[in-house]
């Protein structure tokens, strides 16, 4: 790190600006009593101001103030040249004679000694000052030599410290992403993580994912967080002139410390890129097999130690296996999701019925469940017997792909199962299923409801058989909800041979029934019966809007709520009895 981009950070580091510092005001005082000066000065050397951390004897309103602008600046002379500035009398000077210093400040005498850091960079200058001309004998130089020699000293240890602080900071913050990269379920949640391991002053103004597409760098936006850069850049091509896309270009890292660097070496529209966002550098490191680019950025200009680099590099690393570890998860979740799509029923419209489903994936994007619904008319039976509804909501045990294809085995099983019966008894196809479970190597098991919904006179007639799943709510149209406790066991192996039980309620016009899976009332440390009674109260002040309305009120405590399950509902609003209607579509 070199120039002034070197010193400045070395400044930061130091951590003194305008405000008493007293290990520097103690150097000032030994610069008067050794010296025997009215005036002495720490005075370090900032873009546009210098400041005085150590002061003894200036007159107000600068010594409130601890600092003053460059035109009343001696020590910038110092900090150009690197060498000691001594002057009998400033106004016999060119270099200083018309300085505000000199009429404001009254510096008629000046010595100022050098203060450097470890890498030789001049921070500032300890200076003697006196309101009249004097000759500075060779003692007095030689002390004020020593003690900006020993002033120095103490400006590299509360450097090293602080570098020492940065570095802990820098390998602590790399531990974190290490384990948070590893949590984050998919790519907007990797760069809502990065976003979260930095602060401090040297904090990005702004971290962005590019991924490759083809020729194109595309930007990962985190949705709650849309920074503006995302907006006005959304992708670029790899060949364009923006620092991400050399650093995918070249397969290495690129860094930029400045807006000269910026303006000297990428082309305008980056530049006015830049710009237009309030960012002056930027460090870019492509990830592993090509797949994009990790970005920081920084409105001013950034001096990039060797240890933050390292972090930074390693943290790309990271991100790399995440972004590994998402696609490889997406293609097969692509996949088992498209199965699991496939396999949800498309509802059949039945006069005197509202009919609307919902499915919503787990939050985990690891997992794809085996949560299914399914809502199918069956044709007239024999003896004239009427067409029905029947509905069926189920989970199969565990979150992967094999749960998605038994889930589409049982659905299956129940229809052949309940065309096949005469009776269309929801108790007596639910044992074929589970007839099924214990002769076929189907897997742990499921829970399930299996129902059929027939017109009776002015209302409908619910004919339901539980096998250990969530019991479905009934809401009245006075807006009283009741649940349909009535069940059996699991749909389990070891079950077979007990006998399975039917239930028959009334339904009348204007009711809801609401069937669903346990992923609408499960939740972390909460009991589901407590999940249940939110749904009721969802189901009770929603219930006598339209259907969509209802189960978007019942997703969102879902939504918000971290690690939630996946889950299925089917809603069924009773509009009229319907009776004696036909229901052949």
Same mark, same amino acid.
């Given at each position: 790190? %070199?120039?002034?981009?070197?010193?400045?950070?070395?400044?930061?580091?130091?951590?003194?600006?305008?405000?008493?510092?007293?290990? $520097?005001?103690?150097?000032?005082?030994?610069?008067?009593? *050794?010296?025997? =000066?009215?005036?002495?000065?720490?005075?370090?050397?900032?873009?546009?101001?210098?400041? *005085?951390?150590?002061?003894?004897?200036?007159?107000?309103?600068?010594?409130?103030?601890?600092?003053?602008?460059?035109?009343?600046?001696?020590?910038?002379?110092?900090?150009?040249?690197?060498?000691?500035?001594?002057?009998?009398?400033?106004?016999?000077?060119?270099?200083?004679?018309?300085?505000?210093?000199?009429?404001?400040?009254?510096?008629?005498?000046?010595?100022?000694?050098?203060?450097?850091?470890?890498?030789?960079?001049?921070?500032?200058?300890?200076?003697?000052?006196?309101?009249?001309?004097?000759?500075?004998?060779?003692?007095?130089?030689?002390?004020?030599?020593?003690?900006?020699?020993?002033?120095?000293?103490?400006?590299?240890?509360?450097?090293?410290?602080?570098?020492?602080?940065?570095?802990?900071?820098?390998?602590?913050?790399?531990?974190?992403?290490? /384990?948070? #990269?590893?949590?984050?379920?998919?790519?907007?949640?990797?760069?809502?993580?990065?976003?979260?391991?930095?602060?401090?002053?040297?904090?990005?103004?702004?971290?962005?994912?590019?991924?490759?597409?083809?020729?194109?760098?595309?930007?990962?936006?985190?949705?709650?967080?849309?920074?503006?850069?995302?907006?006005?850049?959304?992708? $670029?091509?790899?060949?364009?002139? *923006?620092?991400?896309?050399?650093?995918?270009?070249?397969?290495?890292? =690129?860094?930029?410390?400045?807006?000269?660097?910026?303006?000297?070496?990428?082309?305008?529209?980056? =530049?006015?890129?830049?710009?237009?966002?309030?960012?002056?550098?930027?460090?870019?490191?492509?990830?592993?097999?090509?797949?994009?680019?990790?970005?920081?950025?920084?409105?001013?200009?950034?001096?990039?130690?060797? %240890?933050?680099?390292?972090?930074?590099?390693?943290?790309?690393?990271?991100?790399?296996?995440?972004?590994?570890?998402?696609? *490889?998860?997406?293609?097969?979740?692509?996949?088992?999701?498209?199965?699991?799509?496939?396999?949800?029923?498309?509802?059949?419209?039945?006069?005197?019925?509202?009919?609307?489903?919902?499915?919503?994936?787990?939050?985990?994007?690891?997992?794809?469940?085996?949560?299914?619904?399914?809502?199918?008319?069956?044709?007239?039976?024999?003896?004239?017997?009427?067409?029905?509804?029947?509905?069926?909501?189920?989970?199969?045990?565990?979150?992967?792909?094999?749960?998605? =294809?038994?889930?589409?085995?049982?659905?299956? $099983?129940?229809?052949?199962?309940?065309?096949?019966?005469?009776?269309?008894?929801?108790?007596?196809?639910?044992?074929?299923?589970?007839?099924?479970?214990?002769?076929?190597?189907?897997?742990?098991?499921? %829970?399930?409801?299996?129902?059929?919904?027939?017109?009776?006179?002015?209302?409908?007639?619910?004919?339901?058989?539980?096998?250990?799943?969530?019991?479905?709510?009934?809401?009245?149209?006075?807006?009283?909800?009741? %649940?349909?406790?009535?069940?059996?066991?699991?749909? #389990?192996?070891?079950?077979?041979?007990?006998?399975?039980?039917?239930?028959?309620?009334?339904?009348?016009?204007?009711?809801?029934?609401? #069937?669903?899976?346990?992923?609408?009332?499960?939740?972390?440390?909460?009991?589901?019966?407590?999940?249940?009674?939110?749904? $009721?109260?969802?189901?009770?002040?929603?219930?006598?809007?339209?259907?969509?309305?209802?189960?978007?009120?019942?997703?969102?405590? /879902?939504?918000?709520?971290?690690?939630?399950?996946?889950?299925?509902?089917?809603?069924?609003?009773?509009?009229?009895?319907?009776?004696?209607?036909?229901?052949?579509?």
């Amino acid at each position: 790190m %070199t120039g002034e981009l070197g010193r400045s950070e070395a400044l930061r580091l130091a951590g003194l600006t305008a405000a008493a510092d007293p290990g $520097m005001d103690r150097f000032a005082r030994l610069v008067t009593r *050794f010296l025997r =000066v009215p005036v002495a000065l720490v005075s370090l050397l900032e873009t546009e101001r210098q400041v *005085f951390p150590g002061m003894v004897g200036l007159a107000e309103p600068w010594a409130g103030r601890r600092q003053t602008p460059l035109n009343r600046s001696f020590c910038q002379h110092v900090v150009r040249s690197g060498e000691p500035l001594v002057l009998n009398d400033s106004r016999l000077n060119s270099l200083t004679r018309s300085s505000l210093a000199v009429s404001e400040l009254q510096v008629i005498a000046y010595a100022g000694m050098p203060l450097t850091d470890a890498d030789g960079h001049v921070l500032g200058s300890l200076c003697a000052i006196d309101h009249e001309p004097r000759e500075w004998t060779e003692p007095e130089l030689h002390d004020l030599a020593d003690l900006a020699a020993a002033c120095s000293v103490e400006l590299r240890l509360r450097i090293a410290s602080e570098q020492v602080r940065r570095d802990r900071d820098h390998a602590g913050r790399l531990l974190r992403a290490s /384990v948070e #990269l590893a949590r984050s379920r998919d790519l907007a949640d990797v760069v809502r993580r990065l976003r979260q391991l930095f602060d401090g002053s040297a904090r990005p103004s702004y971290v962005g994912l590019l991924l490759a597409d083809g020729q194109e760098l595309r930007r990962v936006v985190e949705p709650d967080d849309v920074r503006p850069v995302e907006a006005a850049v959304p992708s $670029m091509a790899v060949d364009s002139g *923006f620092p991400s896309a050399r650093a995918m270009r070249e397969q290495q890292a =690129v860094f930029v410390p400045d807006h000269a660097a910026l303006e000297a070496g990428y082309s305008a529209d980056a =530049v006015a890129g830049y710009d237009a966002l309030g960012l002056a550098s930027a460090f870019c490191v492509p990830l592993g097999r090509r797949r994009g680019v990790l970005t920081w950025s920084w409105a001013g200009a950034h001096a990039l130690g060797v %240890t933050e680099e390292a972090v930074l590099t390693a943290v790309a690393g990271y991100v790399s296996q995440a972004v590994e570890r998402m696609r *490889f998860v997406e293609s097969r979740l692509s996949t088992a999701q498209q199965l699991q799509s496939a396999m949800l029923t498309e509802l059949p419209d039945v006069p005197g019925l509202e009919m609307s489903t919902l499915y919503l994936p787990a939050e985990d994007q690891d997992m794809v469940g085996g949560d299914w619904y399914d809502a199918y008319v069956l044709p007239p039976g024999p003896g004239g017997r009427q067409p029905c509804l029947v509905a069926s909501i189920g989970d199969v045990i565990g979150h992967d792909m094999r749960a998605a =294809v038994v889930m589409g085995q049982v659905r299956s $099983m129940l229809r052949q199962a309940t065309l096949g019966h005469p009776e269309r008894s929801p108790a007596v196809a639910l044992a074929a299923v589970e007839a099924a479970f214990a002769a076929l190597p189907l897997g742990p098991g499921a %829970t399930a409801v299996h129902a059929r919904l027939d017109s009776h006179h002015d209302r409908w007639r619910l004919t339901m058989s539980n096998a250990g799943h969530p019991p479905p709510l009934l809401r009245l149209p006075d807006g009283r909800v009741s %649940t349909l406790d009535d069940h059996d066991l699991l749909l #389990l192996d070891a079950a077979i041979g007990l006998d399975r039980y039917e239930h028959e309620y009334e339904i009348p016009p204007g009711a809801v029934l609401l #069937l669903y899976t346990d992923g609408l009332v499960e939740r972390r440390h909460s009991d589901i019966e407590e999940g249940i009674r939110r749904a $009721m109260s969802t189901l009770s002040a929603y219930g006598d809007r339209p259907l969509p309305q209802l189960l978007e009120a019942l997703s969102r405590g /879902v939504k918000n709520s971290p690690g939630h399950d996946d889950m299925a509902v089917l809603a069924i609003r009773v509009t009229d009895g319907a009776g004696g209607t036909d229901h052949r579509r």
